[in-house]
């Protein structure tokens, strides 16, 4: 043992050296990895030899503690613990080494106790030990009782321990709060005052304000909140104080979100932090610090009374207070944007309470505030008027410019879309007037761009002016920032120039002019989609098509190209829309055929599908892949619409893209085949020939025999998931056609046989969520489109048993599909039953029901609980409410052994029999089940 203590001294000496450490970190990992860490750790702590290597020891066991308790024999716990005392004890602090020891050591032996529920009213009886000990264990008293209360709200037990644990921690809350005083005011006797273990005081209040079973009255009725408002006025402290002040108002406040509960506390945090204005005016306006802190506590005031605030609630005086929003407006006008963006989420607070309140009178109280809130947004958002040309977009700057987009959505209901524009153009007006830079028109038009969208079609008194002065931006007149935002802005406004058809010539036009830069074209392309989408300006699908095949001529900047090309294909596509017959037909031929012309020479020509894939982004290069226009396909058909007639009546008759249509599926046919290794391009060529289903509707029929033939065929060697989606779109248009229901059904059966082999490997449905999501998209459109021939299919079975593991998938798509999937054939069980219809489908699915519901329940709980996210929640709660649904008498049985299955200790017997009645009492109410899963998640940690 002894030689092998060596051995780990070693490797902390060379680990800790910062030199050529590689290899020692390396056996480092996997010597705390291993179980004989545990002896070796409490070896050096109690061989104290090196100050560094117990630092280490100390860390690594309260690693191995949060995370491989496990390891360590239930007997064995109690010696573990006795021993971190032990050594604890022997640790005097005196330097920063000592004193981070010690701290790890508080963390062992917190979250010890924490995980060990047979342990009770410990806390108190270790307090008293160490308070008894010789010598000043001040700090370590106050480090242990700082990470008890945190350490329980972060630990991952089960809820009826974690209450237990604060229940034992309030017990003890008064007297805890007298030594804390006890404390502050020795430090405070001395000369200097000792700040660190100030700190450590303020710091332990913070955590005992975390503690939700503490009675907060003792604590406001304290002069402790007061010294802690002292240290956050003071304007010498030093920074680490000033945070720590900072964290235990935060913490405070986070407790009054229930002002009712806590209203003492409310109003003692309200009127100190309404007595902080002066001191924010008189703080250096440069120690961004110092203000960000306050700023903190103004956004959490906020966020914890946007209630009372927002409805003006006269119980809640004076919390109610609307001047409460100065202190948010005070950051916003400060010259740092790192203020006001601290700011962000409280505002979307602020206007998502206010969106559900249907009183003009009452919102319009709020609506100063806003005002001064967007104008200070606008001045954040201006450029440097240095800026030679675009910036880089992924700077730090554009970041905040895409915040200061989502804010300025947030909140532009309040003061009316027409009224923020208006606001914004007087700025550009007031701008132009006193001859100032490009900047500030700029920045006024970028906050217009992200409202412009939200504009009244009838709102007319500023708009036209302003795109009449924007039309006039050259290369020559505008800088490179304002053309580019007003070139986003023409496409904000798109829906309101559709009803004003008067302007958008002058637009296009002046859209079209800058396809000719490589620097707008992008954008440009963007815009003129975006109008094409809204406003049928059929007289432009010639010049979008000649536009297409000037960039095409283009030999540069291919992505950029293609993108635009993308645009415009989108947009000419659109309008071919509202063309008639005769005209659509020509227009898509002219569209279609040069994109098939090239994708057939590329095909002829032989060249592998990734060949120029890594030689640059020039067009040249670009143009030889083929999956630049299968893309382009995809991007027409995508559009099209099905059953198209001048009128827009539903039409049985042939659509007058057939033709057209039929030679895109021959080419993407061969291109499947001839790519059908290469995942990406695949993928490409199905979205393509999905899109073309798509917009023929069951006109596509003369593709489907053969298109189902060649996707079992490429499938049985290449498990693309996309094929899965692909069959799902043609069993969604062609389920309810008799006469291809039996090729479907045998599509089924191919694709799953082919399906289960990759989802039964090590970890295969963890590592393959996209084939989870595709395949059970895939079964429940069969279940709602041909329920009967599924049922009854031989497939049905090892489909259901498959769901019961991928239920436990956590992934999002992937576990929707497989709920939608269950949860679709519960409904299609509950509505042949209330439609009193009876056929071979419906017996075999009842069946299946009765004779798995209890192991469903199992599956879907278990995942719920142990597995996916608590945002899918919902999704299981629908199962066990669905099923209740079905037939009550058949949940009972199957919740009775589903909870059966879970472990015991966490949840109690009688928590699990409340479970069940309240389930079963619910009557198939999914949001009850909700409730009932999420206690669970709490009480499983």
């Keep these: 043992m002894q030689e092998n203590l060596a051995i780990v001294y070693n490797a902390i000496q060379v680990l800790y050296s910062g030199t050529n450490n590689a290899e020692a970190q390396q056996w480092i990992n996997a010597f705390t990895k291993s179980t004989d860490a545990w002896m070796a750790c409490d070896q050096i702590l109690a061989e104290r030899k090196d100050p560094v290597a117990c630092y280490f020891a100390a860390q690594t066991l309260r690693q191995k503690i949060v995370k491989n308790l496990k390891e360590v024999p239930e007997a064995s716990l109690e010696s573990l613990r006795e021993s971190i005392i032990n050594h604890l004890t022997q640790i005097h602090v005196v330097d920063q080494t000592s004193e981070a020891t010690s701290t790890q050591l508080c963390l062992a032996v917190a979250n010890l106790y924490i995980q060990v529920p047979v342990w009770t009213n410990f806390i108190a009886q270790l307090l008293n030990r160490f308070t008894a ?35 034992e921690l309030a017990m003890s809350a008064d007297s805890v709060i007298l030594y804390l005083r006890t404390v502050l005011e020795a430090a405070l006797q001395k000369r200097p005052a000792e700040e660190d273990l100030i700190k450590k005081v303020v710091q332990c209040l913070a955590a005992l304000l975390q503690n939700p079973s503490i009675e907060t009255n003792n604590i406001a009725r304290s002069d402790l909140i007061g010294f802690v408002f002292q240290i956050l006025s003071a304007p ?140 200070a947004l606008a001045k954040h958002s201006q450029f440097d008027v240095d800026e030679a040309g675009l910036p880089d977009q992924d700077s730090d700057f554009n970041d905040f410019r895409r915040k200061v987009r989502e804010t300025v959505k947030d909140v532009a209901f309040i003061v009316g879309t027409d009224e923020c524009i208006k606001l914004m153009f007087n700025n550009m007006a007031e701008a132009a007037k006193n001859k100032e830079t490009w900047e500030k028109t700029e920045a006024a038009l970028f906050i217009s761009s992200n409202v412009i969208e939200n504009l009244l079609p009838e709102e007319d008194s500023v708009v036209p002016e302003l795109i009449n002065q924007l039309v006039q931006l050259t290369p020559a007149t505008g800088h490179p920032c304002l053309i580019m935002t007003a070139i986003q802005f023409m496409g904000g406004c798109s829906e309101w120039l559709a009803k004003h058809p008067a302007l958008i010539d002058r637009v296009m036009q002046w859209l079209f002019h800058y396809l000719e830069s490589p620097v707008f074209v992008t954008t440009a392309s963007g815009s003129i989609e975006q109008i094409c989408d809204h406003a049928p300006v059929v007289h432009y699908v010639p010049a979008l098509i000649t536009a297409i095949d000037r960039l095409e001529a283009i030999t540069t900047n291919g992505k950029n190209v293609e993108k635009a090309a993308q645009d415009l ?22 569209l279609c055929d040069p994109i098939l012309m090239k994708l057939q020479l590329i095909l002829d020509a032989d060249i592998p599908a990734a060949a120029d894939e890594n030689k640059g982004d020039g067009w040249i290069q670009m143009a030889h892949r083929p999956i630049i226009w299968i893309d382009r396909l ?11 007639t001048e009128k827009g009546a539903y039409d049985l ?187 071979a489908g419906v017996k075999a699915a009842d069946e299946l029901m009765r004779t798995n519901a209890g192991r469903l329940l199992e599956h879907a709980l278990k995942a719920g609980l142990f597995d996916v996210s608590s945002k899918l929640l919902r999704d299981f709660a629908e199962i066990i409410a669905g099923l209740g649904k079905y037939d009550a008498q058949l949940q009972a049985r199957a919740l009775s052994h589903a909870l059966g299955q879970l472990p015991r200790g966490p949840a109690t017997e009688a928590q699990l029999a409340a479970a069940h009645a309240d389930i079963c009492r619910g009557g198939g109410d999914a949001r009850l089940v909700v409730g009932v899963l999420r206690d669970f998640v709490k009480l499983y940690g």
Aim: aromatic residues 8%; hydrophobic residues 40%.
């Design 634 to 644: 995809a991007a027409i058909f995508r559009v099209i619409k099905p059953y198209h």
């Design 133 to 167: 000990l010789s010598g000043d264990r001040t700090k370590m008293l106050l480090t242990l009782l700082k990470v008890f209360p945190e350490e329980v709200e972060t630990s991952c037990v089960g809820e009826n321990r974690r209450e237990a644990i604060r229940q």
């Design 653 to 839: 008759s042939k659509p007058p893209w057939l033709e057209v249509a039929g030679n895109t599926w021959q080419a993407t046919s061969r291109c499947l085949q001839k790519y059908q290794a290469n995942d990406r391009l695949v993928e490409h060529t199905c979205r393509a020939i999905r899109h073309v289903v798509r917009s023929l509707g069951t006109h596509s029929e003369p593709f489907v025999q053969p298109l189902i033939l060649q996707l079992m065929d490429i499938y049985s060697r290449h498990r693309h998931s996309c094929i899965l989606y692909l069959a799902s779109i043609l069993v969604d248009e062609y389920g309810a056609t008799e006469n291809l229901r039996d090729g479907l059904m045998e599509m089924l059966r191919s694709l799953a046989v082919n399906t289960f082999p990759v989802l039964d490997q090590e970890h295969g449905f963890r590592n393959h969520p996209d084939t989870v999501d595709d395949l059970f998209r895939l079964a429940h459109r069969y279940i709602t489109r041909c329920p009967s021939s599924f049922f009854v299919h031989p497939i049905c079975q090892p489909l259901f048993e498959c769901c019961l593991h991928a239920l436990h998938v956590d992934h999002t798509e992937a576990s929707r599909s497989v709920t939608k999937y269950c949860n679709e054939m519960l409904n299609q069980l509950v509505t042949a039953r209330r439609m009193q219809y009876e056929d």
């Design 236 to 375: 010498a402290v030093s920074h680490p104080l000033h945070d720590a002040a900072t964290e235990c108002i935060v913490a405070g406040l986070l407790r009054i979100e229930d002002f009712h509960k806590h209203k003492e506390l409310a109003v003692i945090l309200h009127r100190a932090i309404f007595a902080l204005r002066p001191v924010w005016t008189a703080t250096n306006q440069e120690d961004t610090d110092r203000l960000q802190n306050f700023t903190r506590v103004f956004v959490e005031l906020t966020e914890s009374l946007i209630e009372p605030v927002v409805n003006q609630d006269r119980d809640a005086t004076p919390l109610q207070d609307i001047a409460i929003f100065e202190f948010l407006i005070l950051a916003a006008e400060h010259f740092d944007y790192a203020l006001i963006e601290m700011t962000f989420n409280v505002w979307y607070r602020i206007s998502e309470a206010l969106f559900m309140i249907d009183d003009n009178d009452h919102v319009g109280q709020f609506k100063p505030f806003v005002v001064r809130y967007l104008q």
């Design 569 to 590: 294909t989108k947009a000419a596509a659109t309008l071919c829309n509202h063309l008639d017959r005769e005209e659509l037909t020509l227009r898509l031929r002219a």
